[in-house]
């Protein structure tokens, strides 16, 4: 067996003529795992402190759970219950709506993160790793608070690009793992993560009557085909079909 699957990936290595009219089958699309609101509402509920407003923000707002997580405070404005997704998939910028309801959790959070800041000021640090060549270009810009990241790491850490030490963002498996207990505790038996919560926010706008158009473009895909597969998982599927058993 391991002789035949050595032999493949050098078949597939040759850049042969023929190769080229060869069509690979392509993966079978997979409808995505959506709780339903009164789950979802459960399993937020069952949460408290930072994890919480992190779950909040990938369901209220659409996040993804690194743009989350990456997530600057120049990139917050509170007043207009906004957020600015920098460098989404695809290295695309894009806006989506702040709840009202996580308005006050995070400015309370943003608090603490420029609380941190101070003491690292202090401390004689302070400085965070910058997209790009931004560090050159904007010499005092990683000591900046804007620029912090509002859901800091706990303990600093040498950046590998430039071995000085910082504070990088919290690592994904804390909400990783605080969404699978939160589940477990809610009682639900579907497989969860925080991107699942990503998948109800989408689900639940178009179920509310929101139109697919705004949907992509809150959520940064490319393509409104991306989005459509939300429409699979409504109540009702894609026509409103109703069972001759509900009539």
Partial sequence: MAALLFLYREVLALD????????????????????????TMALLRTMSGREALMAG?????????MECLRLRMKDVDLVRHE???REGKGGKDRKTMLPERLRPALQAQIDCARAQHARDLEAGFGAVSLPYALARKYRNAEKEPGWQYVFPAARRAADPADGHEKRHHLDE???????????????????????????????H????????????ELL??????TTQIYTHVLNRGTVGVLSPLDR
């Fill in 205 to 216: 706008l178009l179920e509310g009557g929101a139109d697919i158009r705004t949907v992509q």
């Fill in 220 to 225: 940064g895909h490319k393509d409104v085909t």
């Fill in 173 to 203: 498996g804390v909400l990783q793992r605080a969404v699978r207990a939160a589940a477990r505790a809610a009682g639900i038996l579907k497989p969860v993560s925080p991107h699942t919560l990503r998948h109800c926010f989408a689900t």
């Fill in 16 to 39: 042969l003529p023929w190769m080229e009219n060869i069509v690979r089958a392509k993966q079978a699309p997979r409808l995505p795992v959506v709780l339903s609101r009164a789950e």
């Fill in 57 to 65: 923000l990938l369901y209220g707002s659409g996040l993804r759970l």
């Fill in 83 to 85: 957020i600015t997704v």
